[in-house]
């Protein structure tokens, strides 16, 4: 990465931090004007940025006031990159439902990885957020998705995980999606015991994981 995209980068997050909005649109337009990639600027600098709001938010530094705001940032950013990326033609688009779990309104995360999974192909059913775990498999089913992916920021609500994937054995139809988790309090330990296929730590990895698991190049 050259050393000016770097740090346009860098300020990007920075600004989203610092939950400056009118920053954050400044250099997002700057992205376009210097011809950068918007879904990198997005990852390296948008959801860069959101990450490390959450972990201020995990250490106490920052509280929901704090987080709404970087968020609003964020999504001022988003607004003027999203137009920009270069959504990959993989031919036949595979299907995923994502959604936060029951008991969980916290969807920025989750809002991330969509819209990181559409610009790499893939068709995303959003269900929003405090979803009841039978829905998410009434809604894989009805649409034969490949893909269940699920988010909470909550280790109160993280029980609703193991939930889904013990409706999908009842129904014998495990095999038939591949399931991903991912959110704050969620670890590879956490997703191995509940039998997920799959953990990511962020939207550009769950991307990645998403393509290897229906068998793409991650």
């Known amino acids: 990465m050259s050393k000016a995209k770097e740090e346009l980068f860098k300020k990007l997050s920075d600004a989203v931090v610092n939950m400056d909005e009118e920053e954050t649109v400044i250099l997002s337009n700057q992205v376009i004007i210097d011809k950068h990639d918007a879904y990198e ?14 972990r201020l938010f995990e250490e106490e530094e920052y509280f929901i006031p704090e987080l709404l705001m970087c968020s609003d940032a964020m999504y001022a950013g988003l607004d003027v990159l999203k137009p920009h990326i270069k959504t990959e033609n993989i031919g036949e688009k595979h299907k995923v439902v994502i959604g936060v779990v029951e008991g969980d309104t916290h969807d920025i995360g989750k809002n991330l990885v969509k819209i990181m999974l559409e610009a790499s192909g893939f068709e995303v059913i959003d269900l929003g957020r405090d979803v009841p775990p039978l829905r998410f498999v009434e809604k894989a089913k009805e649409l034969n998705a490949d893909i269940i992916a699920l988010s909470t920021l ?51 990895e769950a991307v990645r994981l998403a393509k290897k698991l229906v068998g793409g190049v991650a």
């Open 41 to 54: 600027a997005i990852d390296k600098g948008l959801a860069d940025g959101m990450e490390r709001a959450g």
């Open 154 to 204: 909550m280790t109160t609500t993280m029980d609703g995980m193991a939930e889904v994937i013990n409706i999908l054995k009842q129904q014998n139809i495990r095999e038939r999606f591949k399931v991903m988790v991912g959110g704050g309090p969620i670890s590879q330990g956490f997703a191995d015991k509940i039998g997920a296929d799959g953990y990511s730590v962020n939207a550009a």
